[in-house]
């Protein structure tokens, strides 16, 4: 169609124009040289809507005054997706100012809201991610607590060991368990454990732990299994593995027995830095002085007073 200079496409019922035609009128254009294509297509249907935004630009782009070839007339604009607009039904197009106004309606009223909600979509992701990671941080102890002791078949249903034997309280293991700082280890293992298991006490220490079993599952078993759990106070870091986990699980016990179970020993401290806020705050009578450099009178006084404070505590476990 290389003569071609006018299309006369006015008065139909045309919505719209495909995307193969418009390829088509351009094609003509660009194969010939300064010769002017118009376009007519007043008094048609052309739609007004999102679906239709692509070709009003693609008409705007066309439409006199223009520096291409290709020539489109519009008279009329109908907004077919919205009835109950406020604009005037159909929409006179009277010149490219017509034409400009109307696009530029419709390409703010067609703005995609999908980047926004996928936006939106993942920061509300992010923000549930964040409470779900402060929540089990929050009480990553207490689910430890539970999964340990959930998990163990050991464990009646009641979540104790019935042991028969020549234990004195059938359902607990250990009478108790001795939490400890390595600067105490020699303290705990040559002279506190001798001296309790004189008294029948059935006592568990860390040094008790098999090399390679999960630390986590054996600390959490072992206190669960203990009727009291003591914990010697020194100088040195409370920050190792195994004192943090003991002293977790010994407020997470507490807790599930709806009783404290510790007792602190000052063995050359007087701090309780480094355990748990619920520790920190036990009452008066479960702390202990040991006379690390006090005498045969003192060591004996110390020893029945705490005798009788643990004897309290397991006498009263149930």
Known sequence: MQLLHVLNLSDNHILTLSKELRSDLESIVSSRNNITLTVDLTKNVISCSCDNLEVLEWILEHTLPTSSLLILKLSTC?????ASTTLAYPVLIRNKADLLFQV???QK???????VLISLVVLLFFIFNIIIG???H????????WYYIGNNREFGRNGYTSIEGSLRFQRFKYDIYLAYEED???????TLRPKLEEQEYVVFVLDDILEGLPLCNVLT?????????VFVLSNGSRESLEWTIAAHMTNEESTHRGKSISLAMFYDSNSTLGLPENLQLLRHDAFIDYPINGSEDELSAFYEDFKAKVSGIITTTV
């Open 184 to 190: 105490a280890r020699e303290f705990v293992l040559e």
């Open 104 to 106: 530029t309606f419709l």
């Open 138 to 145: 929050r009480f990553r102890w207490k689910i430890r607590y």
């Open 221 to 229: 078993k072992s206190i669960h299994s203990s009727r009291l759990v």
């Open 78 to 82: 109908y907004y077919t997706h919205n």
């Open 109 to 115: 009223l067609c703005t995609s809201y999908t980047p």
């Open 134 to 136: 402060a929540i089990i």
